[in-house]
Nanobody, 117 residues
Framework: QVELVESGGGLVQAGGSLRLSCIGA????????MAWYRQAPGKQRELVAS???????DYSDSVKGRFTISRDNAKNSVYLQMNSLEPEDTGVYYC???????????WGEGTLVTVSS
């Protein structure tokens, strides 16, 4: 069974940094586009950053210049470096693996990020 496991969440003050990690098990990691989503309390889940199998990255306007997504296919891992965190970044962050070619998508259980003002 495919599994995505996130880690690295926690409580941080505004202006601080966190690095999220997601490791995948039992999937050919390199064929998947990877992404980080977040869901703030009372809001819909939103795309934060994505990275293709070839390493092309894209970001939402709200995090551009502050967050960096990266991946290591040899380690079946994707990362999200979050700098200059703001209270508005608070939420549960989810790792997503998606293959449009094969029609498959998988989600992790999420890791909570709380940014205090």
């Amino acid at each position: 069974q495919v599994e995505l496991v996130e880690s690295g969440g926690g409580l941080v003050q505004a202006g601080g940094s966190l690095r999220l990690s997601c490791i995948g098990a039992r999937l050919p990691f390199y064929i998947y586009d990877m992404a980080w989503y977040r869901q703030a309390p009372g809001k819909q889940r939103e795309l934060v950053a994505s990275i293709s199998g070839g390493g092309s990255a894209d970001y939402s306007d709200s995090v551009k210049g502050r967050f960096t997504i990266s991946r290591d296919n040899a380690k079946n891992s994707v990362y999200l470096q979050m700098n200059s965190l703001e209270p508005e970044d608070t939420g549960v962050y989810y790792c997503n693996a998606d293959s449009e070619r094969y029609g498959l998508t998988y989600w992790g259980e999420g890791t909570l990020v709380t940014v205090s003002s």
